[in-house]
């Protein structure tokens, strides 16, 4: 049996996806979803605003795959409905073009034009509920679903900044956000690259979907 699906609140958060799945025995499933982020949606993700630094609003743009594995452990009388648990891993690569000022030591200040990268390798499990409620037609509740991302982040200057302009953005980060509540530790060489940096996640949605 095929199921196919696609998140119903995502769009708001500005990404679009859909997942096949199908059965391979008569309880378990491989699936992969599919996903496109085109801009940051209803949340305006703030950029850097502080005393070196200051930067437009980022608007990340890229895709994301996560192939899944589930266990229906609910015995129902169509396959691969009721309670499942599984596993799934994430895979993500966006970019977005930084523009803004920075101020160096000597009081210069410098046009920022940098384009960056994140890629995103992540892994965890997951608890959700599978509801019938139309003949073929399914609601999927994705309930929980804790787990680890590693991210690494890529920078590419197009105007020429100074090399100090990386400690200070190292510094800005690491008080950015989630960042800054997680104690992440950003180290950014004069490349403009990073090591990988990893951050908790939490999966969770709501897809509607039809079988076959």
């Known amino acids: 049996m095929n199921h196919v699906s696609a998140d119903i609140f995502l769009p708001v958060f500005g990404t679009a996806q859909f997942q096949y799945e199908r059965g391979f025995n008569k309880n378990m499933t491989a699936s ?18 502080g005393n070196r630094i200051m930067t437009d609003d980022f608007n990340f743009k890229g895709f994301k795959l996560i192939p ?3 266990w229906y452990v609910q015995k129902t009388s169509t396959p691969y409905y009721g309670f499942y648990v599984g596993a799934y891993a994430k895979f993500q690569r966006t970019k977005d073009e930084i523009k803004g000022i920075y101020i160096a030591e000597d009081e210069t200040q ?3 034009q940098i384009d960056a990268k994140i890629r995103t390798f992540g892994y965890g499990l997951q608890v959700g509920y599978k509801l ?3 003949k073929s037609f399914f609601v999927d509740f994705i ?7 590693f991210n690494t ?3 590419k200057e197009k105007v020429p900044v100074p090399e100090a302009f990386y400690d200070d953005l190292s510094e800005a980060l690491s008080n950015y956000g989630i960042f800054e509540q997680w104690g992440a530790d950003f180290e950014i060489n004069p490349n403009g690259e ?3 940096i990893a ?6 949605g709501i897809k509607v979907g039809y079988s076959f």
Do not use: C, N, Q
């Open 143 to 149: 309930i929980f679903g804790p787990g680890l991302t």
């Open 68 to 70: 899944e594995f589930r």
């Open 132 to 134: 019938e409620v139309y």
């Open 153 to 155: 982040f890529e920078l």
């Open 32 to 49: 992969l979803s599919m996903g496109g982020k085109f801009s940051s949606g209803i949340f305006r993700v703030e950029g850097i605003d």
């Open 199 to 204: 951050l908790p996640a939490l999966r969770y």
């Open 110 to 112: 410098h046009e920022l």
């Open 194 to 196: 990073t090591e990988r």
